[in-house]
């Protein structure tokens, strides 16, 4: 080759390594934002999807006629001869909506019937028919559990903190879900895994003398979007937030490489901090399963973690790329050992002040 050439070729090497490296520096920024870009759309599609007529969404300040009602922060006027158990009233705590089914409502149900009360904490409030029901959505600012009652023709209801009903407020979520399976080894998906050891940790949570409130992101082969998953856990003002993973190696291929690790949140340097939470977990996992530790790992390049603002905790439980740990992880003994090592670290935070 002559010298001219090679010249040319070592600068056009040297560009492509620079571009190479730039596109890689940027290329998990730029995934993360098409991830949450795909994930609003999703939501905007769930919201109409199932409705006959497309909601209508509202002002509430245009539905609801302020007073100050000492008895119910909202009164809403029910059809006649409708009474609460005829209603089914349902509370998405995922998404913050809470959906009110009234039968034989009319079609435009707020110029018929009254709704009074405060605004306070609704965002948002449509209304849609589906077959002989009227349905009405509140969308709230934040994870309520709800207070029902009903005197003279309205349905009185009341929005109350999580922490004003249970001493103690956790979220678990079980990764991936749905059509993401998370690392998948010998017709194992992760995904299930990751559910399985979350329903066991809910059975032990069911039977736990504590008034501690649990909301799960997902009890099915559900797929809620990450901003869905974390927001659950800031909306509700969690103690604690517990992520359920395993674990693979970079190359996916079966090796030796097994144990747990938890990652945390270094950003957070709360007196009860994340770190600490998940060396509480770290510790009871490994007691509990009998694995090896593999430390913590510093996890704030993680949505769920970087945006939490509560103690958080993603706990890799297992390697799923190590033969003997994918057998182990794939039985339901090893779950229910894994759930007892996550419910032990609940016990032990709260013991320590969380
Ligand atoms: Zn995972």
Same mark, same amino acid.
């Given at each position: 080759?002559?010298?001219?050439? !090679?010249?040319?070729?070592? /600068? ?24 949450? /870009? $795909? ?8 919201? +109409?999807?199932?409705?006959?007529? $497309?909601?209508?969404? *509202? ?12 008895? /119910?922060?909202?009164?809403?006027? !029910?059809?006649?001869g409708?009474?609460?158990?005829? !209603? ?27 709704? *009074? ?10 209304? +849609? ?17 709800? *207070?029902?009652?009903?005197q ?8 109350l ?8 407020v956790?979220?678990?979520? /079980? ?29 032990v ?9 649990? +909301? +799960? &992101? ?32 970079? &190359? ?8 747990t ?5 270094? $950003? ?20 509990? &399963? ?5 430390? !913590?790992l ?57």
């Amino acid at each position: 080759m002559d010298e001219r050439v !090679l010249k040319w070729v070592t /600068a056009f090497m040297a560009l492509l390594t620079v571009t190479v490296c730039v596109s890689l520096f940027f290329f998990p920024e730029l995934h993360e934002r098409s991830v949450l /870009a $795909a994930e609003n759309r999703l939501l905007r599609e769930q919201m +109409y999807a199932g409705a006959e007529n $497309a909601a209508v969404e *509202q002002k509430p300040e245009e539905i609801v006629e302020q007073t100050d009602d000492k008895d /119910a922060q909202l009164k809403i006027e !029910l059809p006649e001869g409708i009474g609460l158990s005829d !209603l089914t009233i349902e509370n998405y705590y995922l998404t913050q909506d809470v959906y009110i089914r009234i039968p034989k409502a009319e079609e435009d149900y707020f110029s018929h019937y009254s709704v *009074q009360g405060s605004c306070n904490h609704i965002s948002a409030i449509s209304y +849609y028919q589906e077959k002989e029901e009227g349905v009405i959505v509140l969308g709230l600012d934040r994870v309520y559990e709800l *207070q029902e009652d009903y005197q003279n023709g309205n349905l009185y209801l009341n929005f109350l903190e999580p922490h004003e009903v249970y001493d103690k407020v956790v979220v678990v979520d /079980a990764g991936h879900g749905g059509r993401a399976p998370g690392a998948s080894k010998m017709g194992i998906s992760e995904k299930d895994i990751d559910l399985a050891i979350l329903l066991e940790l809910k059975a032990v949570m069911e039977e736990s003398p504590g008034n501690i409130g649990v +909301y +799960y &992101t997902r009890t099915d082969d559900s797929n809620p979007t990450l901003d869905q998953r974390v927001q659950l856990a800031n909306k509700v003002d969690a103690d604690l937030f517990i992520s359920i993973h395993n674990n693979s190696t970079a &190359t996916g291929k079966f090796s030796n490489v097994s144990g747990t690790e938890v990652l945390f949140d270094e $950003a957070d340097d709360s007196e009860l901090s994340s770190r600490r939470f998940a060396q509480i977990c770290l510790e009871q996992v490994t007691a509990a &399963t009998g694995s090896s530790s593999r430390g !913590l790992l510093e996890g704030d390049s993680i949505y769920i973690i970087r945006t939490s603002e509560v103690p958080v905790a993603l706990i890799e439980v297992g390697f799923m790329t190590n033969r003997q740990e994918l057998e182990l992880l794939n039985s339901q003994e090893y779950q229910r050992k894994a759930a007892e090592g996550i419910y032990a670290a609940i016990e032990q935070a709260f013991a320590e002040g969380y």
